[in-house]
Nanobody, 111 residues
Framework: QVRLAESGGGLVQTGESLTLSCAAS????????VDWYRQPPAKGRELVAR???????LYVDAVKGRFLISRDNQKNRVYMRMNSLKPEDTAVYYC?????WGQGTQVTVSS
């Protein structure tokens, strides 16, 4: 069974960038859809971006034009580059595929 581990979170200021990484072990991402979700403080988990097989991607309106999801199947990793970060992007970020979730990585954006 695939296991996922996110990394790359941290504390940044408004306008700065971060790149999150989701590493899979135990199984490859292959052609499976991989999602990035986030959970802001005291709120529910919400979809942020989706990487379909091939190069097709999907972004929610709140991050469209600022976030970029990509995948490296050889390294078995999915990335999310987050630019022009805003305080409202503060959340724990999770990757998920095939019903499996990672442990999350905290992103905090100070104003």
């Amino acid at each position: 069974q695939v296991r996922l581990a996110e990394s790359g979170g941290g504390l940044v200021q408004t306008g700065e960038s971060l790149t999150l990484s989701c590493a899979a072990s135990g199984s490859a991402f292959g052609d499976n859809t991989v999602d990035w979700y986030r959970q802001p403080p005291a709120k529910g988990r919400e979809l942020v971006a989706r990487s379909f097989s091939g190069s097709r991607t999907l972004y929610v309106d709140a991050v469209k034009g600022r976030f970029l999801i990509s995948r490296d199947n050889q390294k078995n990793r999915v990335y999310m580059r987050m630019n022009s970060l805003k305080p409202e992007d503060t959340a724990v970020y999770y990757c998920t595929t095939l019903g499996v979730w990672g442990q999350g990585t905290q992103v905090t954006v100070s104003s």
